[in-house]
């Protein structure tokens, strides 16, 4: 059933040129199908790693600024999956790309609240406001949320 599945979102997604809410939006409702750490129910089968792969590759070469967005998915998809260094060598390597300063930052604590989020699976995304705002009044002295990366070579 998942080679099916494969076939034909490839077909849709390399035919209709999608924009990234759109592999965003195929990417979540692939990852909600269950898999052995989220078994539920369900007709439409085991979620398959090769299509959610397959989906994150896509997203991840639309453009520039959905690679973040792709590889902050693709990696919490592996860290569920228990795969943790494949999920922060993608991390490691974005962020060797990335500019130092903002936009990097911005980088390293989503990465962070992902890493950090709660164990009934929500990313840790949506309090991005929320913790932004309560580390706004940190002293810049104040290290102890930097997180260091290393990238594999």
Do not use: C
């Not at 290290?143 to 070579?153: R, T």
């Amino acid at each position: 059933m998942a080679g099916q599945r494969l076939k034909t979102v490839s077909r849709l997604l390399r035919s209709y040129l999608p924009s990234p809410e759109v592999y965003k939006h195929a990417f979540d409702l692939e990852r909600a199908l269950p898999s052995p750490k989220n078994p539920k129910p369900s007709e439409a089968g085991e979620s398959s790693a090769r299509i959610l792969e397959y989906i994150y590759l896509l997203w991840r070469d639309h453009s520039a600024s959905s690679k973040e967005d792709a590889t902050f998915a693709y990696a919490a998809y592996l860290l569920d999956s228990d795969s943790i260094g494949e999920a922060t060598r993608l991390v490691n390597n974005l962020m060797a790309t990335a500019p130092f300063g903002e936009a990097r930052e911005a980088m390293e604590k989503r990465w962070k609240g992902i890493l950090e989020r709660d164990p009934a699976g929500g990313e840790g995304d949506a309090n991005m406001e929320t913790d932004d705002a309560a580390n706004s009044d940190r002293t810049s002295d104040d290290d102890s949320s930097d997180v260091d990366f290393v990238v594999y070579s």
